[in-house]
């Protein structure tokens, strides 16, 4: 691993000073209304299809933007259309040099000798604010949480080819959730041996200031409390204060054509549907890695990605990462015909820290690798089709398979662990930038996990190797023995508004209580044993315990105000919850009937949510 670090680092070197035109290669946030914006475009034909690597580069986005303003496509879209589009071609357009408030930085360049190339730095601060409201019927308590984020960057570029991206982020947060209970991570009444121990975990509630699944923890490693900074702790449950560090140093080559990486950002890989991955999605935390996208043909491209993950702090800074020393390695393939049929292949592993030459290879099946190595490790394979007819939509389905046993019930064996999901994007032509989004999510027991195994480079240790990084999955962002049911629509009918309408039914198998159902939690594992024949192994979704079932109903919007480094937003909706159970015991390994149940274990709940919040000098 170290050996791939070092070479990428030497050929950045080496590249960063050849002479062409000045542009800018650090990436565009997930989090900006870019990516919906583009998306549409593909959607609508206005522009040759974009990869299914994200993020993408200020520098793919500025030539996205233009093709679509300067080509034939300019006949498509409307006048508000196209004043968005001009806008975020400004916004990622080469800087004034000198103080720009309107940006809150300070940008200065200067010539590499008589080349056109430039070296520039860009000094600049931004801060992220937003207040956050629960209330719910079981409880006399008002809920009340906090983000607030100040960010100081430094940012420019190395030549033509390089950008680099550096900031230091630091917070305050509140984020309150409840206890709600015990879970077995294999299950009750489990007996193994030295190295397939069942533990008994501590399962809490969701944010109880944001929808069901939809927070995203910002800090990095642990939060910090104001009466003993040298305690660390796992959650903000009262104010406490948090760092992130964002970087990045980024290449192109080629005229974008071969991408290179070096940094600790957020991901989002598949050519579906935008936020929608099930094999690295951008709700999972970032992590250091190196990474390369080669798109050689329109037809075809090759992303690689090695890095290190980060553990979760459950039991202090150094009991938590003894047992959590990983690497995590993806390849994905793309293949496309011209805008009307995408099709990927993932290839993915999460293995204890070493330099694992065919993991880091992206030439090599790390799936069938690990069969000349060992089974040590997490594999996982994952398939996206996309197919889209411009001027109408698309459609796709995704499948991520952790493990299966094609010889076995494919339906109720708990063994057969993956997710798949089936949806469309549909445009709508009568608003700007507008659209529909129906999506259907099945993620089986035990999907996202793994047994914690003695590892022959770790001696007794039992390592954790889950599909998760910082305790959160690196794959879709409802727990496993989940499903959901999407629909969304969202439009910008004004140069500076977003608006979105989103319903969810999201179902889950109970991590906690008396029939709680195994493999529903990410911290879950499957008996090595008796998997095709021990009753307890068998699933049927709805019918073998307790289940939560969320209706979750919101809307939201974002309002960029003009002539101001200020962005408003916010969101406000309902969620109403309750438990379905069964009459016969958790795990029975038989399909039961069930009911709506309403118990001090399982209860019935209505809640409000609202949050409301503003961003100066937005990024």
Same mark, same amino acid.
């Given at each position: 691993?170290?050996?791939?670090?070092?070479?990428?680092?030497?050929?950045l %070197?080496?590249?960063?000073?050849?002479?062409?035109?000045?542009?800018?290669?650090?990436?565009?946030?997930?989090e900006?209304?870019?990516?919906?914006?583009?998306?549409?475009?593909?959607?609508?034909?206005?522009?040759?299809?974009? %990869?299914?690597?994200?993020?993408?580069?200020?520098?793919?986005?500025?030539?996205?933007?233009?093709?679509?303003?300067?080509?034939?496509?300019?006949?498509?879209?409307?006048k508000?259309?196209?004043?968005?589009?001009?806008?975020?071609?400004?916004?990622?357009?080469?800087?004034?040099?000198?103080?720009?408030?309107?940006?809150?930085?300070?940008y200065?360049?200067?010539?590499?000798?008589?080349?056109?190339?430039?070296?520039?730095?860009?000094?600049?601060?931004s801060?992220?604010?937003?207040?956050?409201?629960?209330?719910?019927?079981?409880?006399?308590?008002?809920?009340?949480?906090?983000?607030l984020?100040?960010?100081?960057?430094?940012? &420019?570029?190395?030549? %033509?080819?390089?950008?680099?991206?550096?900031?230091?982020?630091?917070?305050?947060?509140?984020?309150?959730?409840?206890?709600?209970?015990?879970?077995?991570?294999?299950?009750?009444?489990?007996?193994?041996?030295?190295?397939?121990?069942?533990?008994?975990?501590?399962?809490?509630?969701?944010?109880?200031?944001?929808?069901?699944?939809?927070?995203?923890?910002?800090?990095?490693?642990?939060?910090?409390?104001?009466?003993?900074?040298?305690?660390?702790?796992?959650?903000?449950?009262?104010?406490?204060?948090?760092?992130?560090?964002?970087?990045?140093?980024?290449?192109?080559?080629?005229?974008?054509?071969?991408?290179?990486?070096?940094?600790?950002?957020?991901?989002?890989? $598949?050519?579906?549907?935008f936020?929608?991955?099930?094999?690295?999605?951008?709700?999972?935390?970032?992590?250091?890695?190196?990474? $390369?996208?080669?798109?050689?043909?329109?037809?075809?491209?090759?992303?690689?990605?090695?890095?290190i993950?980060?553990?979760?702090?459950?039991?202090?800074?150094?009991?938590?990462s003894l047992?959590?020393?990983?690497?995590?390695?993806?390849?994905?393939?793309?293949?496309?015909?011209?805008?009307?049929?995408?099709?990927?292949?993932?290839?993915?592993?999460v293995?204890?820290?070493?330099?694992?030459?065919?993991?880091? %290879?992206?030439?090599?099946?790390?799936?069938?690798?690990?069969?000349?190595?060992?089974?040590?490790?997490? @594999?996982?394979?994952?398939?996206?089709?996309?197919?889209?007819?411009?001027?109408?939509?698309?459609?796709?389905?995704?499948f991520?398979?952790?493990?299966?046993?094609?010889?076995?019930?494919l339906?109720?064996?708990?063994?057969?662990?993956f997710?798949?999901?089936?949806? @469309?994007?549909?445009?709508?032509?009568?608003?700007?930038?507008?659209?529909?989004?129906?999506?259907?999510?099945?993620?089986s027991?035990?999907?996202?996990?793994?047994?914690?195994?003695?590892?022959?480079?770790?001696?007794?240790?039992?390592?954790?190797t889950?599909?998760v990084?910082?305790?959160?999955?690196?794959?879709?962002?409802?727990?496993?023995?989940?499903d959901?049911i999407?629909?969304?629509?969202?439009?910008?009918?004004?140069?500076?508004?977003?608006?979105?309408?989103?319903?969810?039914?999201?179902r889950?198998? $109970?991590?906690?209580?008396?029939?709680?159902?195994?493999?529903?939690?990410?911290?879950?594992?499957?008996?090595?044993?008796?998997?095709d024949?021990?009753?307890?192994?068998?699933?049927?979704?709805?019918?073998? &315990?307790?289940?939560?079932?969320?209706?979750?109903?919101?809307?939201?919007?974002?309002?960029?105000?003009?002539?101001?480094?200020?962005?408003?937003? &916010?969101?406000?909706?309902?969620?109403?919850?309750?438990?379905?159970?069964?009459?016969?015991?958790?795990?029975? &390994?038989?399909?039961?009937?069930?009911?709506?149940?309403?118990?001090?274990?399982?209860?019935?709940?209505?809640?409000f949510?609202?949050?409301?919040?503003f961003?100066?000098?937005?990024?």
């Amino acid at each position: 691993m170290k050996l791939k670090f070092l070479t990428a680092f030497i050929c950045l %070197s080496i590249f960063f000073s050849l002479p062409l035109f000045a542009q800018t290669h650090s990436s565009v946030s997930l989090e900006s209304q870019v990516y919906y914006i583009l998306e549409q475009a593909e959607i609508r034909g206005l522009c040759l299809p974009l %990869s299914g690597v994200r993020p993408y580069t200020q520098s793919v986005v500025i030539t996205a933007i233009n093709e679509i303003l300067f080509s034939n496509s300019v006949k498509k879209i409307n006048k508000t259309e196209r004043e968005i589009l001009e806008q975020y071609l400004a916004k990622f357009s080469k800087p004034k040099t000198g103080l720009n408030l309107s940006r809150g930085a300070w940008y200065n360049e200067a010539k590499i000798g008589k080349s056109d190339a430039v070296i520039s730095a860009n000094l600049g601060v931004s801060a992220d604010i937003e207040g956050s409201a629960g209330k719910n019927n079981s409880s006399e308590n008002d809920f009340f949480g906090t983000e607030l984020w100040i960010q100081v960057y430094l940012n &420019g570029d190395l030549g %033509s080819h390089v950008s680099y991206d550096l900031a230091f982020e630091g917070g305050l947060v509140k984020a309150p959730r409840e206890f709600l209970g015990k879970y077995h991570t294999y299950y009750e009444n489990f007996s193994g041996d030295d190295e397939f121990k069942d533990e008994e975990i501590d399962v809490y509630s969701e944010p109880l200031t944001h929808f069901p699944y939809s927070y995203k923890k910002r800090w990095d490693g642990s939060i910090f409390f104001f009466k003993s900074l040298s305690i660390y702790e796992s959650w903000p449950t009262g104010l406490a204060g948090g760092y992130n560090l964002p970087a990045e140093l980024t290449a192109s080559f080629l005229g974008n054509k071969l991408i290179m990486r070096m940094g600790r950002i957020s991901h989002d890989w $598949a050519s579906t549907s935008f936020g929608s991955s099930l094999a690295f999605n951008q709700m999972a935390r970032p992590f250091a890695g190196i990474e $390369a996208e080669f798109n050689p043909v329109s037809w075809f491209g090759i992303a690689s990605l090695t890095g290190i993950l980060e553990y979760s702090n459950l039991n202090g800074i150094k009991d938590s990462s003894l047992t959590f020393q990983n690497a995590f390695s993806v390849t994905m393939f793309q293949f496309r015909y011209k805008n009307y049929l995408f099709l990927d292949f993932v290839d993915a592993v999460v293995y204890p820290k070493r330099i694992e030459l065919g993991y880091i %290879s992206p030439i090599i099946n790390s799936f069938f690798y690990q069969n000349n190595i060992g089974d040590f490790d997490n @594999m996982a394979v994952t398939m996206n089709l996309k197919a889209q007819y411009p001027g109408l939509g698309n459609v796709w389905f995704s499948f991520f398979m952790d493990e299966m046993n094609f010889t076995s019930n494919l339906l109720t064996l708990d063994r057969q662990m993956f997710a798949m999901q089936a949806g @469309m994007n549909l445009w709508l032509p009568f608003l700007s930038f507008s659209s529909i989004k129906l999506s259907y999510t099945k993620v089986s027991p035990y999907a996202y996990t793994h047994n914690r195994n003695k590892n022959p480079w770790y001696g007794d240790l039992r390592m954790e190797t889950a599909y998760v990084n910082n305790g959160v999955s690196l794959g879709y962002y409802i727990p496993p023995n989940s499903d959901e049911i999407l629909a969304r629509f969202q439009t910008m009918p004004v140069k500076n508004v977003n608006i979105h309408f989103q319903y969810q039914l999201i179902r889950h198998g $109970a991590d906690f209580g008396q029939h709680a159902v195994d493999g529903s939690n990410l911290r879950s594992e499957l008996d090595p044993d008796g998997r095709d024949t021990n009753k307890v192994l068998k699933r049927y979704f709805l019918h073998d &315990g307790a289940y939560q079932w969320n209706h979750i109903v919101k809307v939201g919007a974002q309002w960029n105000l003009t002539g101001l480094p200020v962005s408003l937003f &916010g969101e406000t909706g309902v969620v109403i919850s309750y438990f379905t159970d069964t009459k016969e015991p958790a795990n029975s &390994g038989k399909k039961n009937p069930y009911s709506i149940v309403n118990t001090p274990e399982y209860r019935k709940l209505s809640s409000f949510i609202l949050t409301i919040g503003f961003r100066i000098f937005p990024r």
